[in-house]
């Protein structure tokens, strides 16, 4: 059988990648928590993605996730809306006058008084049949005590 080299003489797998020694399979594979990994957590937990698939996608256990990236996991979202302004207010700085009217239409938006909450007019109790009876009882007729006399 003959071996499967690219220009530079290193062996290559039947997908075209270079062929990696094969590490000692014992004992437990360590993680290394970077920033490019954090960005990477952050992105996908605010586009949706759920912790498994995140794992998944990046080679890890759902629990070592949860481990090193409790925090990107649960705010993904708000942090990457935090860099997002981050990156307007620095382009606002520099002169962008596009970024100035985002940061400025996100700051009045902010600030903006909330509306009045919604406040639902009081509903009479409802009366059950033997009571509107009694209370009915307790008022007199109107225009039979003419007819009557």
């Known amino acids: 059988m003959e071996a499967n080299l690219d220009k530079e003489g290193v062996e290559l797998d039947l997908l075209g990648d270079p062929l990696r020694p094969i590490r000692d399979p014992r004992g ?3 993680f290394a928590k970077n920033k490019e990994n ?9 586009a949706g993605w759920t912790q498994d698939q995140i794992a998944t996608f990046m080679g890890a256990d759902a629990k070592t996730l949860r481990k090193h990236f409790s925090r990107e996991l649960d705010h993904g979202a708000l942090f990457l809306e935090g860099m997002a302004v981050q990156v307007l207010v620095k382009e606002m ?3 962008n006058v596009t ?3 985002r940061v400025l239409e996100i700051a009045q938006a902010a600030n903006a ?3 009045k909450p919604d406040v639902k007019p009081a509903v009479a109790a409802s009366v059950g049949k033997k009571a509107q009876l009694v209370i009915d009882a307790q008022r007199p007729s109107q225009g039979w005590g003419d007819l009557v006399n």
């Open 113 to 115: 008084p909330k509306g």
């Open 99 to 101: 970024a100035t009217k």
């Open 28 to 30: 437990r594979p360590s």
């Open 93 to 95: 700085l520099k002169g």
């Open 38 to 46: 954090q960005q990477l957590v952050i992105s996908l937990r605010a």
